[in-house]
């Protein structure tokens, strides 16, 4: 399939300039990656598979920062690490935490720019949000996220540390000589926070090789989930590269209304998209392909759009996520009734399709979809910023 535009962002995107000449940063660094590196700082190439396997454990299995902690290591060994390398996490500036037992994390990366983390516990699995971007470029009209503008794409380390530090909030990294501990926390991991991932491909690809190896954070992949909202000729390289399970940003069921909700449907409209879902690698009924579908009131909520739904759904092994608008001040939406929201999702069950009702979480500390960094912003911004920013400011 030939896409019909170019895979670009609408902005200029800032890289992430490495610091030249210091310290090198482990955290986000592949095997291949790692084991350069050690061998650049003189472990002999003998040895290199050896000690990238112990660092390894020492840093994701078991939570460790300090190399002088690294016992299975001869102390000049040690001493030339931290010579090299350094473990470091992006820095927790805030926790909240909802009367609903969900957490938010505002945490500083290098340069001073901020995202936000979500954990959301359940009782039969816990859940972590992650961010992909600092700020967004898809402009989902629904979204305050997509208000934000973008200012970078995250380091594989930047992602990777999301999940590090969510540990270290959770206690959840193992003790040594303690009994397994055999459930875990963060059971799940789901890549809709802020930014679009497929925009950062190559970094949410080597971060979630970090995360999946099983010597480590040991997360497999059918434990995590990523969210495009359609970024169509890098879906395939998702199945091949990464193989996590797939959720697209859907929202509607025309065009007309898709390049309002989501505007990257304008490059990449409906067909485009759902031909590209259906050659998915290795899509079966195990490994379903996830549709996000935010319910707006008036907008795409009608009994005819779940009809549509559901033939635009045909030959595609899927689920449908149904999500109550989360309100934010100055947005342009209302969230659909329950009436109407429970009606759109029969319709959908009726097809044989699932089509859960998302319980809104987290809205009290605004850790919700769609709303990841709304109140830190609008903490700093005036009343006519934000109105502009949505699109509602008069003349």
Same mark, same amino acid.
């Given at each position: ?25 482990? =955290?986000? $660094? ?26 390894? /454990? ?29 473990? @470091? ?58 208000? /934000? ?65 099983? @010597? ?39 065009? @007309?209304?898709?390049?309002?909700? =989501? ?9 485009? $998209? ?17 549709? @996000? ?5 008036? =907008? ?71 709303? $990841? ?23």
């Amino acid at each position: 399939m030939t896409p019909t535009a170019p895979i670009t962002q609408d902005v200029l995107t800032l890289p992430r300039k490495l610091p030249e000449g210091g310290p090198v940063n482990i =955290v986000g $660094l592949t095997r291949d990656q790692l084991r350069d590196a050690l061998i650049a700082a003189g472990t002999p190439e003998k040895q290199a598979k050896m000690r990238l396997g112990q660092v390894w /454990q020492w840093v994701y299995h078991w939570g460790v920062r300090d190399f002088a902690q690294m016992t299975n290591l001869a102390k000049d060994y040690r001493a030339l690490l931290a010579q090299h390398f350094v473990i @470091e996490l992006p820095q927790v500036v805030t926790r909240q935490i909802s009367e609903d037992g969900t957490r938010k994390y505002l945490v500083r990366i290098a340069g001073g720019h901020e995202v936000e983390v979500v954990y959301i516990p359940e009782t039969d699995r816990g859940t972590l949000c992650i961010s992909s971007q600092v700020g967004c470029t898809l402009t989902c009209s629904f979204c305050h996220t997509g208000t /934000q503008k973008l200012v970078r794409n995250l380091t594989a380390g930047e992602i990777v540390g999301q999940v590090m530090l969510a540990r270290d909030d959770l206690g959840e990294w193992p003790v040594q000589g303690a009994p397994k501990e055999e459930i875990r926390r963060i059971s799940n991991i789901v890549l809709m926070g802020m930014g679009e991932p497929l925009y950062n491909f190559e970094n949410v690809r080597d971060a979630m090789k970090v995360v999946m190896d099983n @010597e480590g954070i040991a997360l497999g992949r059918r434990r995590i989930t990523l969210s495009t909202s359609g970024v169509v000729p890098e879906i395939a390289r998702t199945a091949t590269e990464i193989g996590c399970l797939l959720a697209v940003s859907f929202h509607a069921t025309t065009d @007309e209304v898709r390049d309002q909700l =989501v505007p990257i449907n304008k490059r990449w409209n409906i067909a485009t $998209l759902l031909e590209a879902l259906k050659a998915y690698p290795g899509l079966s009924n195990s490994e379903r392909i996830t549709f @996000e579908y935010v319910m707006l009131d008036g =907008v795409n909520d009608t009994k005819e759009d779940a009809h549509r739904l559901v033939k635009l759904l045909e030959g595609i092994p899927a689920k449908v996520n149904l999500i109550p608008f989360n309100e934010w001040p100055g947005a342009p939406y209302k969230r659909s009734s329950g009436n109407r929201i429970h009606t759109f999702a029969d319709i959908i069950h009726n097809a044989g399709y699932a089509s859960p009702i998302r319980t809104p979480r987290g809205e009290d500390i605004m850790a919700a979809c769609g709303q $990841l960094k709304s109140a830190t912003e609008r903490a700093r911004k005036s009343a006519r910023e934000i109105a502009a920013e949505a699109g509602l400011a008069r003349g």
